[in-house]
């Protein structure tokens, strides 16, 4: 059984992916944490909470939470790239307490524990075995490695969804998780473990719509309803912000490139600018962008980025995954705090 450790900013699609993993008989979840990017740090923090004592799987991962960033650096950032992202209304839906017809606990902790430590207790308590899934802002991740340097010796994979792939290097824009904190990305990027990116271009084919939703037609399954009122939700955010009928979910793209590589493709990276773009110079001069941003051509195959997927085959994937969960019995539960 593979092991995992998530860290996610969620989101509607990111509770997706956390559902999928938490009941797919094949993955245990070894830790949760939540860290700010598509929403704060405290949103996210509530968000992760409420979700899992919804989900009420037959285990609790250990949870954890971004703590503050003494430095400030990554704050600035994040709170300016949210106002851009709340005036573009690209977000993918976030929680409040009545989500998508679902009360959901408010729930809470009293001495809630930093990410870093969650996922650096979580890989050290299964060293070469567990596997770091990450669909939010490096920052814990990050972190997690520049407080305990032998962490990534230990990690068997990590898996982002994030970063690009567009040769020659980037000049119009950095993508979202990686701009949220560049300088947690140069330091993951620099770490000594295998490393994959999963980029939001080549997930293009891999597209859910309205159609879909039949997949959860029975309302009798409470966790049927809950797939299909998320899955619903980010559509409709995306049809009135994008008017797209479409969605593509890069975060079970970049679950599934961890449980099951052999439906992507991978190319080698040689330099973050080949995963970042170099756009976020702007906003990060110092973090890792130079004049000459190719000049480092080190081989790193330790380093390697998604460049096509098997669409059809993840899709069946994915839908096979929706109707083993949707007759799962999610029971409900009253607001609270613990």
Excluded at 53 to 63: D, K, V
Excluded at 79 to 104: E, M
Excluded at 170 to 177: D, H, L, Y
Aim: aromatic share 10%; charged share 25%; proline share 7%.
């Amino acid at each position: 059984m593979r092991k995992i450790a998530l860290d996610a900013d969620p989101g509607v699609a990111d509770a997706l992916a956390l559902a999928f993993a938490l009941f797919d008989p094949n993955v245990e979840i070894v830790a949760a944490t939540s860290v700010g990017g598509l929403v704060d740090s405290q949103t996210s923090a509530r968000n992760l909470q409420s979700v899992v004592a919804f989900l009420a799987p037959p285990y609790l991962p250990r949870i954890g939470f971004e703590s503050e960033n003494p430095t400030g650096a990554k704050t600035e950032i994040r709170d300016d790239y949210a106002k851009i992202k709340k005036q573009n209304s690209v977000a993918d839906a976030t929680f409040s307490n009545d989500f998508s017809g679902f009360t959901l606990p408010v729930v809470e902790r009293f001495a809630p524990r930093p990410a870093s430590t969650i996922l650096r207790d979580a890989v050290r308590s299964h060293p070469r075995e567990t596997s770091l899934l990450a669909l939010g802002p490096l920052t814990n991740v990050a972190r997690a490695f520049q407080r305990d340097p032998e962490l990534p010796f230990l990690l068997d994979r990590l898996v982002v969804a994030g970063g690009g792939l567009s040769f020659p290097p980037r000049k119009n824009g950095t993508e979202f998780n990686i701009y949220c904190d560049p300088q947690a990305a140069r330091v993951v990027f620099q770490a000594p473990c295998a490393k994959t990116f999963v980029p939001i271009e080549v997930v293009a084919d891999l597209v859910f719509s309205f159609d879909d939703l039949r997949l959860f037609e029975s309302r009798d399954d409470v966790g049927g309803e809950f797939l299909r009122r998320s899955l619903l939700e980010i559509l409709r955010v995306r049809r009135r912000t994008q008017g797209s009928e479409v969605v593509c979910l890069q975060e079970l793209a970049a679950y599934f490139a961890l449980v099951e590589p052999n439906l992507f493709s991978t190319v080698d990276a040689f330099s973050v600018d080949e995963i970042c773009g170099n756009a976020s110079d702007v906003y990060a001069p110092d973090a890792f962008y130079a004049d000459a941003p190719r000049t480092f051509r080190a081989r790193r195959p330790d380093v390697e980025i998604v460049c096509q997927i098997d669409a059809d085959a993840v899709r069946q994937k994915i839908v096979d995954g929706f109707r083993r969960i949707a007759p799962a019995s999610f029971p409900r539960f009253s607001k609270k705090s613990v």
